[in-house]
């Protein structure tokens, strides 16, 4: 017997698409693209600034990587590695973790870089336009190749590379503050000898 994949004429269709799995997928050009699960080395990377901003604005307002984003353009939706929420936008959140373009932006978005020019060009060129798009004030990519962390702010409408952070700079969101940590600590893999 063949499996039919759904094709979905609307961002409304596939909302309510349920394939009785967890798993995540992007929705392009009306077909579902399988998303892969992250690199451990990045899943610890998010968590660390999970934590980080978690102790600035609160448990509630931080999402990892199981935030959607619906965005303009192809693919529609996006899952970034690391989000910061607006207060409002907690109990909007409560039934379903997708973050409408209705509800507006959130406050700030990162995505950790993974290893290839492919994962690279999504990063920097095709989610950077998505992000820019829908007016999210501060966008950051983490990129464990190069050791640094870019910051990109919305003036006008466009993104500026504001700074890029590496070695002993303290982590700083231009809307949030300062973290406790530097960029070297956030590259600096678990000790697992204990």
Do not use: C
Not at 107 to 116: D, M
Not at 124 to 130: F, I, L, T
Not at 169 to 189: C, H, Y
């Amino acid at each position: 017997m063949v499996q039919l994949k759904p094709r979905f004429q609307s961002f409304e269709e596939y909302l309510a698409y349920d394939d009785g799995t967890e798993k995540l997928y992007e929705l392009f050009n009306g077909e579902l693209i399988e998303v892969p699960p992250e690199s451990g080395f990045n899943v610890e990377i998010a968590t660390l600034l999970l934590l980080q901003f978690a102790a600035k604005v609160g448990h509630q307002r931080v999402r990892g990587h199981g935030l959607e984003l619906e965005v303009r353009g192809e693919p529609r939706n996006r899952y970034p590695d690391f989000t910061v929420i607006r207060p409002e936008q907690v109990d909007q959140l409560k039934q379903r973790n997708t973050l409408r373009l209705s509800m507006g932006q959130p406050e700030l978005v990162v995505e950790i870089v993974s290893p290839g020019e492919v994962q690279r060009n999504r990063d920097y060129v095709a989610k950077r336009s998505q992000y820019q798009d829908l007016g999210i004030p501060e966008y950051w990519i983490v990129d464990p190749q190069t050791a640094t962390v870019l910051v990109l702010a919305l003036r006008d409408g466009v993104y500026e590379e504001y700074v890029t952070l590496s070695g002993s700079d303290r982590l700083q969101s231009l809307q949030l503050g300062a973290l406790t940590i530097t960029a070297a600590e956030l590259f600096t893999p678990a000790d697992t000898e204990n």
